[in-house]
């Protein structure tokens, strides 16, 4: 396994840690990219990114992770495009990058938190993605004007749970009955087709959400009609894991072997499928 830093894109803004295998080990076409969850840099929360590069490296397969701009290594930029059009244009730019270095032309990208609502975006976008792991993602790409309805019903279920499941606190009944009250209001429904989940899948995408328990992220996919996420499942290539006892970060070393653990699956079952095709 080989691991050597970069700078690509642009302007020669971002950069990126590449691990690879010994050339004639490299198991096929397909590569992994890792995108910034939030403002983590790209070892990734608790370091998960540099764990899981070397793991899927040394079976065989490149994985890239990199900084967006204005995130840990890579420089700034000297537009005004806002992120979600930015890192669409700069995942691009990972792909070409790794592209021209291992001859991959498809990619499995994996996020956590908003890196896992940018891995939906760009998969949206470009066509060489033949796969997507989103850990604890939170808006799902839904419109804007959707999400702040999404969080407070989220943040409704969050603090119902803590009544009734964890110990009582009269600030959290409180809570839950005030974010209940404005669920009670005039709502738009939220709906599979107001997120990027129907695209993908008609053009062959697998979608693996992993979520923590008592993330909120997991609540915020739990305001999507019932009947809509259930008709997403019923399709086969649409799949949604909890990891049990796992925090939003996955700071604990037997959450993270866990997630790792799914996200080797993920990547495995992305991979058979890519063979067979």
């Not at 992770?65 to 059009?85: A, C, K, Q, Y």
């Not at 495995?268 to 063979?275: K, L, N, Q, T």
């Amino acid at each position: 396994m080989i691991e050597s830093a970069h700078r690509f894109g642009s302007g020669d803004s971002l950069v990126g840690v590449l691990a690879r295998p010994e050339e004639a080990a490299t198991r096929g076409r397909t590569a992994v990219i890792t995108l910034n969850a939030g403002f983590v840099h790209k070892i990734g929360p608790s370091r998960v990114y540099v764990a899981l590069a070397r793991q899927l490296a040394a079976r065989g397969l490149p994985v890239l992770r990199f900084d967006f701009s204005m995130n840990g290594d890579s420089g700034t930029r000297s537009d005004l495009v806002p992120f979600r059009e930015a890192c669409v244009e700069e995942a691009g730019e990972a792909m070409d990058f790794v592209e021209a270095i291992t001859g991959c032309t498809r990619f499995v990208l994996i996020g956590f938190c908003l890196g896992g609502d940018a891995v939906l975006r760009v998969a949206r976008a470009d066509t060489r993605v033949s796969g997507v792991v989103a850990v604890n993602a939170l808006s799902f790409g839904l419109d804007p004007h959707l999400y702040p309805r999404v969080r407070v019903r989220a943040l409704a279920r969050h603090h119902r749970r803590v009544v009734l499941r964890e110990r009582f606190r009269w600030s959290a009944l409180v809570r839950a009955i005030g974010l209940h009250v404005k669920v009670l209001l005039p709502r738009p429904r939220i709906r599979a087709e107001d997120t990027p989940f129907p695209a993908l899948l008609e053009r062959g995408v697998p979608i693996h959400l992993l979520h923590s328990e008592a993330d909120e992220g997991l609540d915020h996919l739990h305001s999507i009609e019932r009947s809509s996420l259930a008709e997403l499942r019923r399709q086969g290539q649409f799949h949604l894991d909890v990891v049990p006892g796992a925090d939003h970060a996955v700071s604990e070393r037997r959450s993270q072997g866990q997630v790792l653990e799914a996200i080797h699956a993920c990547v495995d079952a992305v991979e058979r499928r890519e063979r067979g095709s």
